[in-house]
Structure formats: structure tokens, C-alpha cells
Nanobody, 129 residues
Framework: QVQLVESGGGSVQSGGSLRLSCAASGYISSPYCAGWFRQAPGKEREAVATIDSNDRTVYAPSVKGRFIISQDNVENKLYLQMNSVNDDDTAVYFC???????????????????????WGQGTQVTVSS
């Protein structure tokens, strides 16, 4: 059973940097695709960045040029490097990945369609001035 656990969240000053990690465990092969999502109070969950098995990345316009998504399939980890953060980046951040299960639907967010059938519990990022 695949489990995803985020870490690295916390408080950071506006303009600073933070690195989020997502560790996968269980019976795991490389995911078809993966991504980072976030949800701020009163707002819908949104896709932040996605990555596929060929390391092709797609970013939301609000974070492009500031955030970097990457993966290490040897260590079974997904990362989000957050640079030049601002108040709008305050949210709970979730990692999600597609360890394909037959019959489940795929969804279109950023990049290619992906099942996003496994999710972490979330980690809080708070940007202060």
C-alpha cells in the first residue's frame, strides 16, 4: 500500500525560501505522474506544479519562475522548492501521485491527465512579513 508523507512546512518570511518534501513508502514503482497542490482558507484546492515520468514539468502561472518541482525515483521522493514566497503562498500543501489503479479516472489539472490516486496529509506553509 502506497503512503505519502509531506514534510518541510512551517513559517517563512516574505521573500524567503522553503523546501517541501514528499516521501513515498510501500510497494512502489515510479509514478506515472505527480504534483503539488495547495488549499488556502476559503479557497478551492489548486494545482501548483506537476511532473511526469519524463521529468516534464508544468507550473501554475502564479508560481512559475519562483517554485521548482522535482522528483527522485531512487529515493521515492517528490520536492517543491519554494523561492521568493509571498502572502498568497500561505496554504496547506499536499503532494499527490499516480500509482496507477485500473479503472480509476484521470483528471486534467496541469500537464497531462493523471489519476492522483494517492495523497499525503498536507503540511502548513505560513508566509509572514
Amino acid at each position: 500500500q502506497v503512503q505519502l508523507v509531506e514534510s518541510g512546512g512551517g513559517s517563512v518570511q516574505s521573500g524567503g525560501s522553503l523546501r517541501l518534501s514528499c516521501a513515498a513508502s510501500g510497494y512502489i514503482s515510479s509514478p506515472y505522474c505527480a504534483g503539488w497542490f495547495r488549499q488556502a482558507p476559503g479557497k478551492e484546492r489548486e494545482a501548483v506544479a506537476t511532473i511526469d515520468s519524463n521529468d516534464r514539468t508544468v507550473y501554475a502561472p502564479s508560481v512559475k519562475g519562483r517554485f521548482i518541482i522535482s522528483q527522485d525515483n531512487v529515493e521515492n521522493k517528490l520536492y517543491l522548492q519554494m523561492n521568493s514566497v509571498n502572502d498568497d503562498d500561505t496554504a496547506v500543501y499536499f503532494c499527490a501521485a499516480d500509482y496507477r489503479i485500473s479503472g480509476l479516472p484521470t483528471v486534467q489539472t496541469l500537464g497531462p491527465r493523471c489519476q492522483y490516486n494517492f495523497w499525503g496529509q498536507g503540511t502548513q506553509v505560513t508566509v509572514s512579513s
